[in-house]
């Protein structure tokens, strides 16, 4: 289904959502006959006492990562012995719409790293660990910018208060200082390098992309030069300008393909700016989305190539970074 239909339909979405809304109350013995198509959504089970949800999850949704799935399902927090509980085998609520609104994704963004010193691109380490402690302790749950993606095209779910995290250039700072917090927590993030960069000092090398890459860094593409790539230089004629921004696009994607083995498909606008001759290019080269610098969150209805992103400075308190993590806007759909 494309985002397109799902918006000219939203009173049917509307109404799907009612009748998903009775899923936390079904118990085992409300469960309807099973040669109903009901039993291709949903297995019902009576949790026994030592049944945890990730524990659940594991069994019947073979990832104990999902068990927030049951939990949204069947709107609990742990398991009771004897409780009965709604294990969703699909998703059950794309778009994260719902009577009272619709959910909406905060993508963040980070630059540079260090130890001790702070400024406006740069955050210390103690900083960022406090940050993503935060995000831990108030249950937010930490997605890969693929699956905020496959959210936005309207082929997955995604956890009720998901965060991306992202970081641009490839900073050395990132692989020494951020890499082992987000490893420690378990966090994705998703860095976009431009390769110009790559390499040089201060930057990351392909050696340590490579690591980053099997350990839970997605790594993909901000352009070869970090060009602004929505603005025509002096004296540059529009073919010459298209040009330039193809290979700032093409260059890249190739060299990230040969080194790490992997194609990219999310791209990150140097400055944050585009249009519509960039995103055309991005499309010819097989990219699903662009990701911005404006300051807001995402619902599903985001231009896929107009991502927001929240940047988080060094100098913003913690109070600051949770005003970024906004997951609900509500609206009278009623």
């Keep these: 289904m494309s985002k397109q239909k799902v918006v000219g339909h939203l009173s049917l979405i509307l109404f799907c959502i009612f009748i998903l809304a009775g899923c936390a109350a079904i118990l085992p013995e409300q469960a309807p006959d099973p040669s109903e198509p009901f039993e291709d959504e949903f297995i019902i089970v009576r949790a026994s006492q030592w049944d945890t949800i990730p524990y659940l999850a594991e069994i019947f949704l073979h990832d104990r990562s999902k068990d927030w799935m049951i939990r949204e399902c069947n709107g609990v927090v742990q398991s009771e012995p004897g409780q009965g509980l709604a294990i969703p085998k699909k998703p059950f609520a794309f778009g994260g719409l719902s009577a009272e609104g619709y959910q909406v994704v905060p993508v963040l963004s980070y630059h540079k790293f260090s130890k001790d010193r702070s400024d406006k691109l740069t955050i210390t380490e103690a900083a960022f660990k406090a940050q993503m402690e935060y995000l831990r302790q108030n249950g937010y749950r930490v ?70 890459a099997k350990q839970g860094i997605d790594v993909q593409c901000k352009s070869k030069s970090h060009r602004n790539l929505a603005v025509l230089k002096k004296n540059e004629s529009p073919n010459v300008y298209r040009e330039e921004v193809e290979k700032e696009i093409s260059v890249p994607t190739q060299l990230i393909e040969e080194k790490l083995g992997k194609k990219c498909s999310l791209f990150a606008y140097p400055y944050g700016e585009s249009n519509s001759v960039v995103i055309e290019i991005l499309k010819k080269y097989g990219y699903r989305a662009g990701f911005t610098l404006t300051g807001d969150v995402n619902p599903f209805f985001v231009n896929n190539y107009k991502i927001n992103r929240y940047s988080i400075y060094g100098q913003h308190e913690l109070d600051e970074f949770k005003n970024n993590l906004a997951v609900f806007r509500e609206e009278n759909l009623k």
């Design 143 to 212: 997605i890969s910018a693929e699956q905020f993606v496959a959210f936005l095209d309207f082929k997955d779910q995604i956890p009720k208060k998901s965060v991306v995290i992202t970081a641009d250039d490839g900073w050395d700072s990132f692989y020494d200082i951020a890499f082992p917090i987000l490893k420690e927590y378990g966090f994705p993030a998703t860095l976009f390098v431009y390769t110009d960069f790559i390499g040089t000092n201060h930057a990351v090398s392909w050696e340590q992309l490579g690591i980053m």
